[in-house]
């Protein structure tokens, strides 16, 4: 929401990384006029049984059609994963039940959000240049920032002192950025002011401003 006051806009789409491919969050950006696309992370799946994918949801229905044509209705909830149960009793029967489950029953897993993920994915099919648009600026940092920090190893140890090593870090990359994409006289006239009343200041009120930035990265 900050993002659209700064920028003004009523509607905003985000290219971002698979980190932050979230169902709910998803959804919850979508309720605010904020279109995120995003690899989907999915686990790992055995390849001798069908994939999730192949299972279809009906949403008039709030079924789902099994690869073998039959019909998986909810039989639960699991409240922490925010998802839904859909079995069907018809897999002791099938015969195509050792190319879905070595259990007694196959289980489906639909997310409480998954709407919003299977948006998103059609939205990644429609347009396969936006993954590749998100690798050029997403990907890149993370190999800039590692190549500058000599390895990606952190110097420091414990949480707060890494996260403020970090931010840092992420501080430091964005202000070559800015410098490659719009020049040092850009910073440099702005912030004329600020810098020499920071320098008038005491070696002591410098030392404390300095704790006082690492402590609030820090958090």
């Known amino acids: 929401m900050a993002a659209k006051d700064v920028l003004g806009a009523d509607e905003l789409h985000v290219l971002t990384d698979g980190?932050?491919?979230?169902?709910?969050e998803v959804a919850r950006c979508e309720s605010e006029a904020i279109i995120v696309t995003a690899p989907i992370k999915r686990g790992a799946m055995n390849t001798e049984h069908f994939r999730p994918t192949q299972f279809v949801y009906d949403d008039e229905?709030?079924?789902i059609r099994c690869p073998a044509g039959q019909t998986s209705r909810r039989s639960s909830k699991h409240t922490r994963?925010?998802?839904?149960?859909?079995?069907?009793?018809?897999c002791k029967s099938c015969a195509l039940k050792p190319r879905c489950t070595p259990g007694v029953q196959r289980t489906v897993h639909r997310l409480f959000d998954q709407s919003a993920f299977d948006r998103m994915d059609a939205r990644i099919y429609a347009d396969p240049s936006l993954m590749r648009t998100r690798r050029c600026t997403v990907e890149h940092p993370f190999g800039t920032?590692?190549?500058?920090?000599?390895?990606?190893?952190?110097?420091?140890?414990?949480l707060r002192r890494v996260k403020?090593?970090?931010?840092?870090?992420?501080?430091?990359?964005?202000?070559?950025?800015?410098?490659?994409?719009?020049?040092?006289g850009a910073l440099?006239?702005?912030n004329r002011t600020e810098s020499c009343r920071f320098e008038t200041e005491g070696h002591g009120s410098r030392h404390r401003r300095r704790g006082e930035f690492l402590h609030s990265l820090g958090g």
Do not use: C, H, Q, W
């Open 19 to 24: 980190g932050y491919s979230n169902a709910e």
């Open 61 to 63: 229905s709030d079924t």
């Open 81 to 90: 994963n925010r998802a839904i149960r859909y079995r069907t009793s018809a």
């Open 145 to 158: 920032i590692k190549r500058m920090s000599g390895g990606g190893r952190f110097l420091t140890r414990g």
């Open 164 to 184: 403020a090593e970090a931010a840092l870090s992420v501080l430091a990359f964005n202000m070559i950025r800015v410098v490659n994409t719009v020049g040092t």
């Open 188 to 190: 440099v006239r702005p």
